[in-house]
T-cell receptor, first 113, second 113 residues
Framework: NAGVTQTPKFQVLKTGQSMTLQCAQD?????MSWYRQDPGMGLRLIHY???????DQGEVPNGYNVSRSTTEDFPLRLLSAAPSQTSVYFC????????????FGPGTRLTVL | AQSVTQPDIHITVSEGASLELRCNYS??????LFWYVQSPGQGLQLLLK??????LVQGIKGFEAEFKRSQSSFNLRKPSVHWSDAAEYFC???????????FGRGTSLIVHP
């Protein structure tokens, strides 16, 4: 099993550009989530999904879109990047809920100029 | 609303010394409590979790944590620290079946030889 994979590992964007962060898991997990990690802020939940076709907002959803067309994939879209979105992004998955053991991807470091 | 406080931003210990990382939570009932570790440049890995039962929980890598309801605490301990334990440690809380966990801001552990 590859676990949770994320691409790319690093990305630099200009303000206003769009991009998609990819996340995939091969553990047949229902619950997937996206977090952002900022210095001194810990992890904050952006969006989550409890299964294919079902997504919902977390604590900091503004500026981000998600979709879940398959169990395996949960991409995160930035439609118009802003410097405030400079962060490290982590995707995670677990069996059914966030209180099941979550498995994290290696992260994507995004810089918005 | 649930919340987590990790009062120590940085902790420095000597290799071989004992370690205690503090975590205080706020939640109306007994929540799920977690400790995660993040090695430099990596995603998070679950060390241990608690919901009910024995209040002393054993985890991976020789870590343990004790749940104290009267103090709303879930402190992480290790009797003898190794240089490889240098990392960021996160405490997290969520009610059973939660989709939106709350993470603390993290404690950075520095290990001196």
């Amino acid at each position: 099993n590859a676990g949770v994979t994320q691409t790319p590992k690093f990305q630099v964007l200009k303000t206003g550009q769009s991009m998609t962060l990819q996340c995939a898991q091969d553990m047949n997990h229902e619950y997937m989530s996206w977090y952002r990690q900022d210095p001194g802020m810990g992890l904050r939940l952006i969006h989550y999904s409890v299964g294919a076709g079902i997504t919902d907002q977390g604590e900091v959803p503004n500026g981000y879109n998600v979709s879940r067309s398959t169990t395996e994939d949960f991409p995160l879209r930035l439609l118009s990047a802003a410097p405030s979105q400079t962060s490290v992004y982590f995707c995670a998955s677990s069996l059914q809920t966030a209180t099941d053991t979550q498995y994290f991807g290696p992260g994507t470091r995004l810089t918005v100029l | 609303a649930q919340s987590v406080t990790q009062p120590d931003i940085h902790i420095t210990v000597s290799e071989g010394a004992s370690l205690e990382l503090r975590c205080n939570y706020s939640y109306g009932a007994t929540p799920y409590l977690f400790w995660y570790v993040q090695s430099p440049g990596q995603g998070l890995q679950l060390l241990l979790k608690y919901f009910s039962g024995d209040t002393l929980v054993q985890g991976i890598k020789g870590f343990e944590a004790e749940f104290k309801r009267s103090q709303s605490s879930f402190n992480l301990r290790k009797p003898s620290v190794h240089w490889s334990d240098a990392a960021e440690y996160f405490c997290a809380v969520g009610p059973l079946g939660s989709y939106i966990p709350t993470f603390g801001r993290g404690t950075s552990l520095i290990v001196h030889p």
